[in-house]
Each structure stands twice: as structure tokens, then as C-alpha cells.
């Protein structure tokens, strides 16, 4: 027991000191490699903790190498635009001033509501509200909204109608059937299965953008004056 408590402590000295040297980026927005990089440092650190057998020796050396690496990755990383881009990857727009880049979307295996979703906890909550937006390499999320889009965001946009198909819960949330946006549709000579995303807040406005084209705003009147 006692050896056990005396590599543990070792080894938690070691990683203390990696982790360090490897620089502030390591602990907080990892870049691909890094997250690789430090999975594999905690699954060597595990080995010599947990199994005796296994010489101490072996899993300091194991980590030290993988710092080693990191140290020459990071240095390839720094050289130039081409290797940064083939290591990180690279910044995707998926906002633009002509609504959302599908295919931005779809090269970084996302959809529209994980787009919506990433909006809402930057604070966006309507698709008109934003000038651009980007997923970092990293995985962040950030957003360049309109200059006064806090007006654009009077009540709660919800997804009615995302890849041509119907939000369910979300028409029964809103109280208002599929009969009546596909009417919406009929008259601005849309198609259903041609819509990429169809958001509706509750004081009429219509966010819709098709496949491949810009985005339109409309106001309608919902049946019955009905809001939310």
C-alpha cells in the first residue's frame, strides 16, 4: 500500500511539472492535438500507478516522450499558416450575411439546432440578429451580432421547420398547425423540402432561408392574434 501511495505521489509530481511546461493553453481551449496529446498522458499515468508491476521508470519515460512530441508538434504548429491549419484546423464561418453556410455546417458534423443552440448560449437568440459567426478551432463558439440586435429580440424564436421537416414540439408549443406555415411557404413560392431552417417568434416574424440562398424575413399574423 505504502508503495503504491509513495509511485502515485511520484507520478502526480511528474504530471504536475508536464502539465506546466506544456503552457496555459494546455489547461484552458486545447487545440486538437492537445486534447490527443493529453489523453494519452493520462491513460500512460495511469499504468505505473495502478500496476505495480509495471517499473515507475517505464511510465515517466512514456510521459516525458509524449512532452517531448507535444513540444515538437507545437513548434511545427507555430511555423506557418499550412502546418496550423493541417494540425488545429482552421476557423469555420457558419453565419454570414446571407444567413447560415450549410455546408459549413455539415463539414464541421453539425446541424441547425446545434448551430441555435451555440447562439443561444452566447446570448443570440434570433438568426437576424447576426452579422457572422464561427466555430473556432478549438470548438468555441463566437458571434458578431447587428448593431442594435437587441431589437431583433423581442420574444423567443423557436425552429419550425429545419432540413424540410416539422419540429413537432415546437408547432405544439407555438399552437399553431403545419397547415398554416405551409401556407407561409405556398406564398413566398418555397418549397418544403427546399427549406434549411423556418424559425417563428411569437410576435409574427418569420426568419426563413431555403438551400443554397440568402435568408428573408417576413411578418405574419398569427390565426387567432395568438403569441407568445
Given at each position: 500500500m505504502a508503495l503504491i501511495m509513495v509511485r502515485t505521489a511520484i507520478v502526480f509530481l511528474v504530471l504536475l511539472i508536464i502539465m506546466r511546461l506544456m503552457g496555459k493553453r494546455?489547461?484552458?481551449e486545447?487545440?486538437?492535438f492537445e486534447l490527443v496529446i493529453t489523453l494519452l498522458i493520462s491513460e500512460l499515468a495511469c499504468i505505473p500507478m495502478a500496476d505495480a508491476s509495471v517499473p515507475l521508470l517505464y511510465g515517466v519515460v512514456s510521459v516525458v516522450t509524449i512532452f517531448v512530441l507535444h513540444e515538437i508538434v507545437t513548434l511545427i504548429d507555430l511555423k506557418g499558416k499550412p502546418f496550423k491549419a493541417l494540425l488545429s484546423g482552421k476557423p469555420s464561418v457558419v453565419i454570414n450575411k446571407n444567413g447560415i453556410d450549410?455546408?459549413?455546417l455539415k463539414r464541421n458534423r453539425l446541424d441547425v439546432s446545434d448551430l441555435i443552440e451555440s447562439l443561444r448560449a452566447a446570448g443570440y437568440f434570433s438568426l437576424d440578429s447576426i452579422d457572422y459567426a464561427l466555430y473556432e478551432a478549438n470548438g468555441t463558439f463566437s458571434a458578431l451580432p447587428k448593431e442594435n440586435y437587441e431589437e431583433k429580440q423581442t420574444s423567443l424564436p423557436l425552429v419550425i421547420l429545419s432540413a424540410g421537416k416539422f419540429d413537432k414540439k415546437n408547432l405544439q408549443f407555438s399552437g399553431i398547425d403545419e397547415k398554416f406555415?405551409?401556407?407561409v411557404?405556398?406564398?413566398n413560392g418555397v418549397r418544403e423540402k427546399d427549406v434549411l431552417v423556418l424559425t417563428a417568434d411569437g410576435?409574427?416574424?418569420i426568419y426563413l432561408q431555403e438551400n443554397g440562398k440568402k435568408f428573408r424575413t417576413l411578418k405574419v399574423a398569427?390565426?387567432?392574434?395568438r403569441t407568445w
Open positions: 494546455q489547461i484552458g486545447m487545440q486538437p450549410a455546408y459549413e406555415f405551409r401556407e411557404l405556398r406564398e410576435t409574427g416574424k398569427y390565426p387567432g392574434g
